[in-house]
């Protein structure tokens, strides 16, 4: 069955700390990629997507994630965080061509100020 | 402003109570999704309609009857329910069920059943 596993489930970091959280899916076919974000009290939304060409993408407020196929990785990463960075965090995958988007358990980050 | 909403905010019912959930969304997209979305649990998705048809459902118990009039609404009408059912309620849209398009999310229904 297709799956998305999300590495850690709570991630506590110092302000202007490196992020990287991890996104290992199962599907034997090609893929198109999503994180999505809940800050606190806000709904889910888009923070960045892959569907082709260059691996690493870049979304907004700086954050960007790296597809690596053979790994069935799709990693999220920001060089420096903030305080207002503190959220949920969403790994999803759709196989092309279909529309069932499988989403992972989610990451809850908190940023110390 | 997401612009998917989604009433009421907030549910509590009791095991026998019949109510619905209402989702509206004015982006002018041709799909809705209903996703289930319960504590250190990965998102479900429960229903999907494309163009106002069921196009999946994803082995969703019958207590949890959806109901899409035309693109721009979607209900879940809820009736038995167990305390397990307990979750938040999200719904979504897309520009179109295909994999292209991202999904856009109202703030959900927070449903307690007592």
Known sequence: ?113 | ETGVTQTPRHLVMGMTNKKSLKCEQHLGHNAMYWYKQSAKKPLELMFVYNFKEQTENNSVPSRFSPECPNSSHLFLHLHTLQPEDSALYLCASSQETDDNSPLHFGNGTRLTVT
């Open chain 1, 1 to 113: 069955a297709q799956s998305v596993s999300q590495h850690n489930h709570h991630v506590i970091l110092s302000e202007a700390a490196s992020l990287e959280l991890g996104c290992n899916y199962s599907y034997g076919g090609t893929v198109n990629l999503f994180w999505y974000v809940q800050y606190p009290g806000q709904h889910l939304q888009l923070l960045l997507k892959y569907f082709s060409g260059d691996p690493l993408v870049k979304g907004i407020k700086g954050f960007e994630a790296e597809f690596i196929k053979s790994k069935f990785s799709f990693n999220l990463r920001k060089p420096s965080v903030q305080w207002s960075d503190t959220a949920e965090y969403f790994c999803a995958v759709t196989p092309t061509g279909g529309f069932k988007t499988i989403f992972g358990a989610g990451t809850r980050l908190f940023v110390k100020a």
